[in-house]
Every structure is written in structure tokens, then in C-alpha cells.
């Protein structure tokens, strides 16, 4: 299953977003500050709802600043944040589900996040529709979602259990090094990596060999004089470790751990063990990041091998021509994020009327659709004194 079609409304940088069709492989570009970590954190954030330890609505809006800071700057006489979402089999299928919530501040008290409604699809039939008689009754129930509800989801756990499994990855290689100097603990969905090793240790022995082979091999390919990826524990503390055997003139001194792994290995390594993971939607952020041009430019074809043969969505933000290379990647796959006085804007690059003749000609999206996300006047840094 994956997410379909995405309607926005009054959402961080978004005033509106109608009914934005999803791909399975969706590449999401756009200048700096235009809106593609928000863009992502929508699924996040309905993740966080979701989720079945400590989430809730509450929470999740609290994480994340409060509705002060969810709400779009451009919003006006009307508020209410909107997120609607599709889910099908296919993005080409029609719905299975469909989740709509609406969330504005209450209007005194504690100004807390309320719903202004939650509403559910089965197919083209409604099975929820807030706020009911019994809201109507207790306005305290609308601090919460039925998402959240394990006494009141049963009819739709299938999007509960969908959301609640969405993983989202932004590895920062010096919390996985330093993890221990930092004081700050990780968080359950761990989405920097401060706790990846110990998600490794937690992986069933047939499950860990199998993929640190796969990504053993991948390394080979990446990494120069990589020749061996192993997962190893400390003997006095327990403390788990990923070695690489480097080749060198003496063979016992070409071990090393991942502390001094380079940043990009370290990345590389996350990535494939994300891709690796599971069949939920996954949400890669700027990949490229530290990474070779030669290793990001087979990103996307890597992307769509192993999310065919899993049947899984990702969605990936990114800056990289090089990610963008390939000629397989179709227009319907990217996002061109435009932002302007009322918002960011959303169109799928394949739909723009003098973007599809180029890529019909055979030019890249890398070619065609990123040059349309660069500042206007990027050119004038070069006089900054």
C-alpha cells in the first residue's frame, strides 16, 4: 500500500496543495527554504500520531513547536490546518482509504490543538465522520484522534498500523560516532541515526548477516580497498560496533570501526540498511549528502530495484543533478516545490507544459527540471564581499 494523493492546507510552507498525485518512486526538488522537509514531515507527523507508544495529537504538535508553527505564514481569515491523504495499492489504482484531518487552536483556555474534524474513507464510503453526537457532548474529545485509539480504530487500524510503520532517515554521521558525548537521548523513530547501531544489534542474527552481506557487497563496489563489513560488540561492555577490513600491507592493522568510517560511508551504509528495512513508506532525505557524484548518480536506479522487488514507496528530497541523472526516472516522479508570497506551490515536473517536450527529447529531470529550482539571482554570491 502506498500514499496516493496528498491535499494540503495552511500546512507549514503550504497555503494550498490540491490533490498532488504520489508515485511509488517520488523525488521532491525545490530551492533552499521552498518546503521539501516539511513536505515530508507531513508523513511524519502523522506517524507521530499514530505511533502506538506515546504518540497522539497533543504531542506531535507539541514536538513540533505548536499550531503556531505548523500553520502556514499565508494563512488568513481561515486557520484550520488540513491534511488528506489516499492510500492504494497502486498509484494509478483508486483508493482503498482515505484519511482527512482538520486541526485549528482553541479559541481560549490553553489554546490547545483541537480537531475540527477527522474524517474516514473505505473505498468511496465514509465509516468516520467528526465531530460526532457524542464530541458535540464533551468538547474534550476532540483533543484526540481516533487514529490514536485503539477503542476506536478497529474499523480503519489498516491506515493506524500504515502510518504508524512510515520511517524517515537523515543519518548525521557524527551521532553515530559520538553518540555517547552527546547528551541528548535518541528518539524512538531515531530519524539521525544516534541509535543505528543498537537498531542493528536488534535485528535477528539471519536477518543482520543477510543484510551487512548485501550491503558488504554494495561497499566493495563504493568504498575503495573496503573488503570485509562485520558487526561486533565490545567485550567488556557489550557496546555494538560495525568493523570494516581495509586492505593493507599488514592485514591485522586494517581493521577499523565505524568512528573512523568516512561521513559518506557512514551514509551509504544507513541508506542501504533503510532500503533494506522493511516495506513501509520510507522518507530519505538529501541522500547525496557527502556522497560521491559516481555513487549518488546510481541512487535512483538502486531506489527502484530494491523498492519493486519489496513493493515499496520512497519519497526523497534532493539537490543533486547527479540523483537525477538517470534517464528511467519519469516526470511524474518529481515534485517541482516554487515558493512565492501566498505559499509554496507543488506541480509534478512531467505536467509542465515546456518541461514534458524536453524529457520527451530524451533530456534528463536532472537537466530539465532543477535548473527551474535555483534561486534567480544565485549569481550575485559570487559579489558578496
Known amino acids: 500500500m502506498l500514499v496516493s494523493r496528498l491535499t494540503l492546507k495552511n500546512w507549514r510552507n503550504f497555503q494550498r496543495v ?3 498525485p504520489l508515485r511509488q518512486r517520488q ?18 507527523f502523522l506517524r507521530d500520531i499514530a505511533k502506538s507508544e506515546g504518540g497522539g495529537l497533543q504531542k506531535a504538535v507539541k514536538e513540533r513547536g505548536g499550531i503556531s ?23 494509478d489504482e483508486k483508493p ?30 465514509q465509516i468516520l465522520k467528526r465531530p460526532d453526537a457524542e464530541d458535540k457532548k464533551d468538547s474534550e474529545r476532540l483533543k484526540q484522534t481516533f487514529l490514536e485509539q485503539v477503542n476506536t480504530n478497529a ?20 551521532l553515530l560516532r559520538y553518540g555517547d558525548f552527546f547528551q541528548t537521548s535518541s528518539s524512538e ?69 565505524e568512528d573512523q ?18 516495506d513501509a513508506l520510507l522518507l530519505l532525505e538529501e541522500p547525496e549528502l557527502s556522497l560521491n557524484d559516481g555513487i549518488v548518480s546510481q541512487l535512483a536506479p538502486l531506489i527502484y530495484r530494491m523498492q519493486r522487488q519489496r513493493k515499496r514507496q520512497v519519497l526523497v528530497s534532493t539537490h543533486s543533478e547527479s540523483l537525477l541523472s538517470d534517464k528511467g526516472i519519469d516526470g ?25 517536450p524536453l524529457l520527451e527529447a530524451g533530456l534528463s529531470v536532472g537537466e530539465v527540471v532543477l535548473p527551474r529550482s535555483r534561486p534567480l539571482k544565485a549569481e550575485q554570491l559570487g559579489l558578496f564581499k
Open 18 to 20: 490540491n490533490d498532488i
Open 27 to 44: 523525488f521532491i526538488v525545490g530551492p533552499n527554504a521552498s518546503g521539501k522537509s516539511n513536505l515530508l514531515d507531513v508523513f511524519r
Open 69 to 91: 508553527k505548523l500553520r502556514c505564514l499565508a494563512a488568513r481569515r481561515d486557520p484550520e490546518i488540513l491534511i488528506d491523504i489516499s492510500l492504494s495499492d497502486d498509484p
Open 96 to 125: 482503498l482509504w482515505r484519511y482527512a484531518i482538520g486541526i485549528r487552536q482553541e479559541t481560549r483556555g490553553y489554546r490547545q490543538p483541537i480537531l475540527s474534524f477527522e474524517h474516514v474513507w473505505k473505498g468511496n464510503k
Open 155 to 174: 474499523k480503519f487500524r489498516e491506515i493506524v498500523r500504515y502510518l504508524d510503520s512510515v520511517s524517515y532517515i537523515h543519518l548525521v554521521p557524527q
Open 189 to 257: 523513530s531515531d530519524p539521525f541515526g544516534q541509535g543505528f547501531l543498537v537498531r542493528v544489534a536488534k535485528s535477528a542474527p539471519r536477518t543482520q548477516k543477510f543484510r551487512l552481506g548485501k550491503i558488504e557487497n554494495a561497499l566493495k563496489i563504493a568504498v575503495p580497498q573496503l573488503e570485509q563489513l562485520r558487526f561486533e560488540r565490545d567485550d567488556d561492555t557489550g557496546k555494538p560496533h560495525l568493523a570494516a577490513l581495509y586492505s593493507h600491507w599488514r592485514p591485522k592493522a586494517g581493521w577499523q570501526r
Open 261 to 278: 568510517f568516512s561521513d559518506g560511508t557512514l551514509r551509504l551504509i544507513g541508506i542501504l540498511w533503510a532500503l533494506l528495512d522493511s
Open 332 to 356: 511524474r516522479e518529481v515534485l517541482l516545490l516554487s515558493p512565492g508570497s501566498e505559499g509554496t506551490s507543488v506541480d509534478v515536473s512531467g505536467n509542465i507544459s515546456d518541461v514534458r
